[in-house]
């Protein structure tokens, strides 16, 4: 089995089993039978009571996503694609720990967690370019370690070393702004200890 085509189907299942249009999921499994019969037994099984937790307002859970995935690993090995399907399994067993929380919640949470890292890391980079302004080599170092982070990290460092303005077009601009800034400092603490 094509891995394209099966992510095609399960992408388009998932969008119905939201919309609750049975019928519908009930041709795509159809679709799916060829691929792998023996492993579609119990998949996705909307008309079961336990299919959506009323305690969860109808949401999914994420315990019933990593069923679903699980499922879809099975599918996957079944169709030959067995390291994706390890991969999937191993996503599933993951997500699994997290139980009866809604999806939409544990997504607002890896959201935040990744915002605050984020945050963090400017914050540190900034700093860092901060301690090693007097130390060329050293200030290299990070400039060089910055210029391999994403344009949207190293555009908040380059706002929060130079202080000036409040978003640089590009990564470039930003970097080099960055570098200005450290020889203006550099240049007048030598003006300041030359009198």
Known sequence: MK????????????????????AEVARLVADLKPFARSELKGFF??????????AANGAMTVKQLANAMSSASKLLKAGGAGVKG???????????????????????????????????????LAARLLAS??????????????????????NAVAVAYVQGKAKYASKPKAL????DKQYERARLANKMGDS
């Open 176 to 179: 080099e702004a960055i570098r």
């Open 86 to 124: 390890r991969e999937l399994q191993a996503a599933a067993n993951d997500l699994n720990r997290h139980g009866d929380v809604p999806v939409h919640e544990l997504i607002d949470r890896v959201r935040a967690a990744q915002e605050q890292a984020r945050q963090e890391a400017i914050a540190g």
């Open 45 to 54: 099984t909307l008309s079961s009571p336990s299919a959506i937790d009323p």
């Open 133 to 154: 302004q007097a130390d060329r080599e050293k200030f290299d170092v990070v400039v060089a370690e910055l210029s391999k982070s994403a344009p949207d990290v190293a």
């Open 3 to 22: 891995i394209k085509a099966f992510a095609a189907i399960l992408h388009e299942l998932c969008d119905l089993m939201t919309e609750e249009r049975s």
